[in-house]
């Protein structure tokens, strides 16, 4: 048997400090090596591709400005004829209603 200090790890970085300590010998059965094999076959992380639905809300802008312009016109006129459209004007709170409500 050779003296602990001649023995090197196998990566030759730094000498063992016991002669039975090998990283491999420690190891249990198949440390690491089963994890390893299902991580390359797991599915679990992976997106199904049929269930994919990226929703763009800028698509069709044009289209859909257009569909609302009569809506939008609508409620134009109606501010300038000093209606209150969207309750900004505050006419809709009561007398014992202020910002600390909110």
């Not at 970085?13 to 299902?38: H, I």
């Not at 049929?50 to 289209?63: G, V």
Request: overall charge negative; aromatic content about 2%; charged content about 35%.
């Amino acid at each position: 048997m050779a003296s602990i200090e001649g023995q090197t790890s196998k990566q030759g970085q730094a000498p063992l400090q016991n002669y039975n300590e090998d990283a491999e010998q420690l190891a249990t059965l198949a440390e690491g090596k089963v994890a390893d094999a299902v991580k390359k076959t797991s599915t679990r992380d992976q997106p199904r591709k049929d269930d994919i639905k990226i929703e763009d809300y800028a698509s069709d802008l044009d289209r859909k400005k257009a569909e609302q312009a009569e809506a939008r016109e609508e409620i134009k006129s109606q501010r300038k004829a000093g209606v209150d459209v969207d309750g900004s004007l505050g006419q809709g709170r009561l007398s014992n209603e202020d910002n600390s409500s909110v």
